[in-house]
Structures are given as structure tokens and as C-alpha cells.
């Protein structure tokens, strides 16, 4: 009795999952906007959709329940078979270049796709490590170790809908099965979708899915207003009463910069104001702590000074 209650719970799960599939084979739409309208996208009609801010961009999660996004946030895996989650945002290409991950601003989207790939899938399990032993090695006392960038998973390019060039990834890592979808949606915005299942669980459903949410993709802002926003949202409440010109930008500098690299880093160039701008910009989306007056009396230190 257990076995044919369980036979019929699955059942009605891949059901649910696939209730969007009108009886033509057309995955049946519905729309979402966030409050402040910044992007739109479609997902299966019937399923749930939440604006979880998990990511700097503009993003949704949709599933066919809201039980299956609550537990895949919490857990970082599908929690059943028959679990099905998506998500979707828009980012801009500038972000590729501010974080320092080695892919042009203008690379190709199966570069692209091959990075999301890599930022939105668990790194595999590694079984070879015997218990209590540490996956990475430490560094000497003493010495800094150097970031590497993981190995980024293959992507080949497709064609999806009315011709549209797409990055394409699947890939499994033990955790969960995923495809992935990018497609340039302007010269510098991304659209990505990406559609995971438990292990031994994708199938051509799934992938139609993500092709048909990555393709419904669309926003009016751009790369560099979509850039600015992130940043201004990564920034501390600024004191009362404490505008930038009563700050001192050298000692915020030396206060704040100097925790990631030393002095000498910047006083070893000679950039314009813009150019300084995205620098330090750039390292708020490290993690910089600043706020907007502390920003801007950096920024004009920099300036006036290199």
C-alpha cells in the first residue's frame, strides 16, 4: 500500500510539473513584474512564482509549488523527486569584468553561459577526500593564497525560438541536474534562465521550459543603470548630517582600501574620473563597506590626486 502511495504522490508531482503543456505541445505562459518594473518574464502558467533577493540583479524564482523554492533556498538542493525549480534574471555584461572573472565584457554567450553555468551550479562533491580532511589546502602563515577560478562546465551554442543565439549548459554535479540558457537581450544586458531537477531527473520538458523563460525575457534598462543600482543598493546608511566634501578621502582610502591590497596599488596609477569611478565601484561589489558620502569623498581623493 506504502509503495502504491508513493506511485501515485509522484504521479500527481509530474503532473503538476507538467500541467503548463497544453494538449498542442505550447507551453502555456503567464507573466511576471516585479514591483519596480524593472524586468519582465514568463514561466508556466499555474506555477508560483517569488522575488527572492538572493542575487545583486533583477531575478524571480518560479516553481509549480512555493514549497519547492522555500526548500530549495534553505537546503540548496531539491528536496523530492519530482522537484522542479526555475529561475531568471537579467544582468549586465559590465558585472562579468567588475568581479574580475577573466570572460570579456563582449565574449561570446557560450562564454557566458559556461560562467553562469559555473556561478549557479554546487561544485561536484569531492569523494576522493577521506573524511575530516580538508577539501582545500591551507595557506602558509603568512602568505596570501591566490583565488583560482573553478573549472567552467562546457557550452555549446544554440538556436532557440525566432533565431536567437543562445549559450546553452546541462550539466549534473551529484547535487542536482541543471540546464542553463543565456541569450544578449542588448549590446550590454544578459538574460539567464536556469532550470534544475534532482539527479536523473531532466528531461526535454525542463529544457523547454528554460527555452521558452530565457526567450520571454525583457528589460528597458541597461547594462550600466542596472550596474549603478547594484551598487548604490550595496551601500551603508549614510550618517546624519555628513555629506562627502567634510570627509578625508586619503584616510578613508587607507582605512578601507587597504584591506584587500596596499596603498601602493593605487597610488601606482593614473586613471580619469570615470575610470576611477567603476574602480572604486568595483570594489563595493567586492564587498567594500562604504557609504554614499564615504564613495564619493574616495572617489574625488583619487581624482584630484592619481
Partial sequence: MKRVLSMVVLCALLLTSLVALAQDG????????????????????????AEIMMLPFPSFWFAPEAEMIDKFIYTGAPAESGDVIGLSFVAPTQIIAAFGMGVAEDAPVTEMASLFGMMLGEPPVDE???????AEEEAPEG???????????????????????AGYVEQSNGVYDQVVYVTKIADDVLAVTTVITPVGELGDEHKAIAEAAVLSIASELTGEEMLNAMVMSMLLPDEEGVSADQLDGEAL???????????????AQDKSDEEWEATVDRMILHGAQLTAAEREAIINY?????
Fill in 26 to 49: 505550447e507551453l502555456e505562459l503567464a507573466e511576471y513584474v516585479p514591483e519596480d518594473g524593472s524586468f519582465s518574464a514568463a514561466y508556466p502558467a499555474g506555477w508560483e512564482a
Fill in 128 to 134: 576522493s577526500a577521506e573524511e575530516g580532511e580538508a
Fill in 143 to 165: 602568505e596570501d593564497m591566490e583565488w583560482e577560478m573553478p573549472p567552467l562546465p562546457e557550452a555549446e551554442e544554440v538556436t532557440i525560438g525566432e533565431d536567437v543565439i
Fill in 253 to 267: 582610502a587607507q582605512e578601507r582600501c587597504t584591506v584587500c591590497h596596499a596603498a601602493e596599488w593605487w597610488d
Fill in 302 to 306: 583619487l581624482v584630484e590626486t592619481h
